[in-house]
């Protein structure tokens, strides 16, 4: 139940291609669903974030799409470039993001020139 | 841009020994996490602590670990007696309120020998 589930685990695309990376859940209370960037030796940073008023959240190059009733989310990555090269993980939380974030097992993504 | 701030940023310890990992949040921040990813896998909640206080913690988080904020700034994760399978990247993360995102430090990598 407190489950995210990740896929796939490592994506390989073309500088200007889109990226895509799959999350789903089980956990109908989960309300906040942030996405996170790690680079290497860093810690994960905030890249976006989406609650379930909405269908889709676009910051820049970055979207959320959102699907409650399949409780499914997933993030575009559009025209990809080799500085995107990172691992991605998705998370969720419930409470209005007041319970602690669960995290998916993340996606290693490379971008190639 | 204001950051998590950890130490040491890789401890070797023996099997059995105690380790205290520190961390510095932001410093408006009012919530506080640990979580720990042990190496490729996913990013594990260990504890969350406001107001002095834990406010949840998982199963990984046994009597074996402790936090502390021993002055206004440090938040220290203690384990007492340190076994193997504790190797990991001790992530420490800070948030105004949980809602507005984490922000991650870069981790302590712990090698327990």
């Known amino acids: 139940q407190q489950q995210v589930k990740q896929s796939p685990q490592s994506l390989i695309v073309q500088k200007g291609g889109i990226s895509i990376i799959n999350c789903a859940y089980e956990?109908?209370?989960?309300?906040?669903f942030p996405w996170y960037q790690q680079f290497p030796g860093k810690g994960p940073a905030l890249l976006i974030a989406i609650r379930p008023d909405v269908s889709e959240k676009k910051e820049g190059r970055f979207t959320i799409s959102f699907n409650k009733s399949a409780k499914q989310f997933s993030l575009h990555i559009m025209d990809s470039q080799p500085g995107d090269s990172a691992t991605y993980f998705c998370?969720?939380?419930?409470?209005?993001?007041?319970?602690?974030?669960?995290f998916g097992k993340g996606t290693r993504l490379s971008v190639i020139a | 841009e204001p950051e998590v701030t950890q130490t040491p940023s890789h401890q070797v310890t023996q099997m059995g020994q105690e380790v205290i990992l520190r961390c510095v949040p932001i410093?408006?921040?009012?919530?506080f996490y640990w979580y720990r990813q042990i190496l490729g896998q996913k990013v594990e909640f260990l504890v969350s602590f406001y107001n002095n206080e834990i406010s949840e913690k998982s199963e990984i988080f046994d009597d074996q670990f402790s936090v502390e904020r021993p002055d206004g700034s440090n938040f220290t994760l203690k384990i007492r007696s340190t076994k193997l399978e504790d190797s990991a990247m001790y992530f420490c993360a800070s948030s105004e309120a949980p809602v507005s995102g984490y922000t991650f430090g870069s981790g302590t990598r712990l090698t327990v020998v």
């Open positions: 956990n109908t209370a989960f309300d906040y």
């Open positions: 998370a969720a939380s419930s409470n209005s993001g007041n319970t602690p974030l669960v």
């Open positions: 410093s408006n921040h009012l919530y």
